[in-house]
């Protein structure tokens, strides 16, 4: 087992480079099933995660090739269409390769994710959209079964909630159906519209992605496409929490504002102050951060539920009393009882977390119990007093690049080492 061992207060300088989006490459890796050319995919970070797709596809018998961040993806025959359980449970979101996998093999076979360190993962949104256009879905013994032999025909489909990894479903399996796609109350995350570009530069004929209505136009046949991931917010969204906590100056490079508008809303309510052109962006934090009034995490565009973790954390200590509502996942607090034990002062009552600021915090040793959590974690180590211990690095490597490498660039002192027994 791997920790980081952190020794803080440290103040932060310098420039970091943000890497591709992990939440679009994902997606990314299960369009390619669709794809009867070679792909190739560029600004792809090294996460435990990707290697985990990587994983999913040499399972299914599509091959892919890694060199640094392009990967490059050659046609599936679509023969092989069943995800092995143990790779299901290594990653929940590898529900996203359903929908790539029915529309190209016409059936697919995958363990249902069940729940994760964030609460329940239902997957009934991303089923109601295969049925919708034509699959036939059994679930039984924790297995999904899902059939389209005639394949799949273009439908009306309404989404009760605007579920992410619902709506990527949805257009990976619309994409070549027959006839048009209509999805209404979609989400509008940037890795949506990722998905659509990429989809679209392949054949696809999807108007709309980023909007609460997308329309699908079903074509026959995918190409193949070279395309470049975006930013990943959340990674950017982290290194500005760090930089909050820690009173420091930086700058973000290859990084699209636009995506964090709700994050910097935020962090500028608590004195932080913002600039830059294109996609460089820099951030000046003041000695101590003000309070933030409250952040309700909301799909996009509100404020993303990824991030609530490292500037809940940079929040413990601001001056007066911040509210976090996680109104997203069920259990997404398994961060505070570890920053309570490194003095901070914070009350959760279900959904609603309330922040008393606090002048310090000291290192400790603390346990990561989930990726972002881990990063909040992580933010709070950087400005405790002294030295912190933090477990279960394995839940950050499943976002972040060698974080610690970058963290060190910018002055901080964070070593990963084996834990002793
Ligand atoms: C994606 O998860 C992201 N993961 C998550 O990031 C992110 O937190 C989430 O979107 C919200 O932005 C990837 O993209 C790989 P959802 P996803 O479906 O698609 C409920 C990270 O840290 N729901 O929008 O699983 C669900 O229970 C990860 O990078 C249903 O009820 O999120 C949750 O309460 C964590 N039924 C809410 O919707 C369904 O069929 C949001 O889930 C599907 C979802």
């Known amino acids: 087992m791997e920790a980081f061992y952190v020794v803080g207060p440290c103040r932060l300088s310098g420039n970091v480079r943000i890497h591709g989006a992990k939440n679009s490459v994902l997606p990314l890796l299960a369009a390619s099933l669709l794809c009867r050319e070679s792909c190739e995919l560029?600004?792809?970070?090294?996460?435990?995660?990707?290697?985990?797709?990587?994983?999913?596809?040499?399972?299914?018998?599509?091959?892919?090739?890694?060199?640094?961040?392009?990967?490059?993806?050659?046609?599936?025959?679509?023969?092989?269409?069943?995800?092995?359980?143990?790779?299901?449970?290594?990653?929940?979101?590898?529900?996203?390769?359903?929908?790539?996998?029915?529309?190209?093999?016409?059936?697919?076979?995958?363990?249902?994710p069940g729940g994760c360190e964030l609460g329940p993962r239902p997957v009934d949104l991303h089923l109601q959209a295969m049925r919708a256009l034509g699959a036939t879905v059994r679930e039984d013994h924790g297995k999904i079964r899902c059939e389209a032999p005639g394949g799949l025909k273009g439908a009306q489909i309404v989404l009760a909630f605007p579920s992410v990894g619902a709506t990527e479903n949805a257009l990976l399996a619309a994409a070549t159906a027959s006839g048009t796609t209509v999805l209404e109350n979609a989400a509008r995350e940037p890795e949506i519209e990722d998905l659509a570009g990429f989809l679209n530069a392949c054949g696809a004929c999807i108007r709309g992605a980023g909007e609460s209505t997308i329309v699908v136009e079903g074509v026959k046949r995918l190409s193949g496409a070279s395309y470049r991931v975006i930013p990943d917010r959340i990674e950017a969204a982290t290194y500005l929490a760090a930089a909050a906590a820690t009173g420091s100056a930086?700058?973000?490079?290859?990084?699209?504002?636009?995506?964090?508008?709700?994050?910097?809303?935020?962090?500028?309510?608590?004195?932080?102050?913002?600039s830059g052109r294109g996609r460089v962006l820099s951030i000046e934090a003041p000695a101590r951060l003000s309070r933030i009034?409250?952040?309700?995490?909301?799909?996009?565009?509100?404020?993303?539920?990824?991030?609530?973790?490292?500037?809940?954390?940079?929040?413990t200590l601001a001056r007066g009393t911040s509210i976090f509502v996680e109104n997203i996942f069920e259990e997404r607090y398994k961060h505070v009882g570890e920053l309570l034990r490194m003095g901070a002062s914070i009350r959760v009552d279900g959904r609603v977390a309330v922040v008393e600021g606090v002048e310090r915090l000291s290192g400790a040793r603390v346990q990561a119990a989930d990726l972002r959590g881990g990063a909040g974690l992580l933010v709070a180590a950087l400005a405790a007093q002294g030295e912190t211990v933090l477990e279960g690095v394995c839940h950050l490597d499943r976002g972040y690049e060698h974080i610690e490498d970058a963290l060190c660039a910018l002055g901080a002192q964070v070593k990963r080492r084996v834990m002793e027994g």
């Open 42 to 112: 560029t600004n792809c970070p090294d996460l435990s995660d990707v290697h985990t797709a990587l994983a999913i596809l040499q399972a299914l018998g599509a091959p892919a090739q890694r060199e640094k961040d392009r990967i490059v993806l050659s046609p599936w025959d679509g023969t092989v269409c069943e995800i092995p359980e143990e790779l299901m449970r290594r990653m929940r979101s590898s529900i996203i390769f359903l929908g790539a996998i029915l529309a190209r093999a016409g059936e697919a076979a995958l363990s249902l």
């Open 250 to 274: 930086i700058t973000l490079v290859d990084v699209i504002p636009r995506h964090l508008r709700p994050v910097l809303a935020v962090l500028q309510e608590a004195g932080c102050r913002f």
């Open 293 to 315: 009034h409250s952040v309700r995490t909301m799909p996009y565009p509100g404020f993303p539920t990824d991030a609530q973790a490292p500037v809940l954390a940079a929040s």
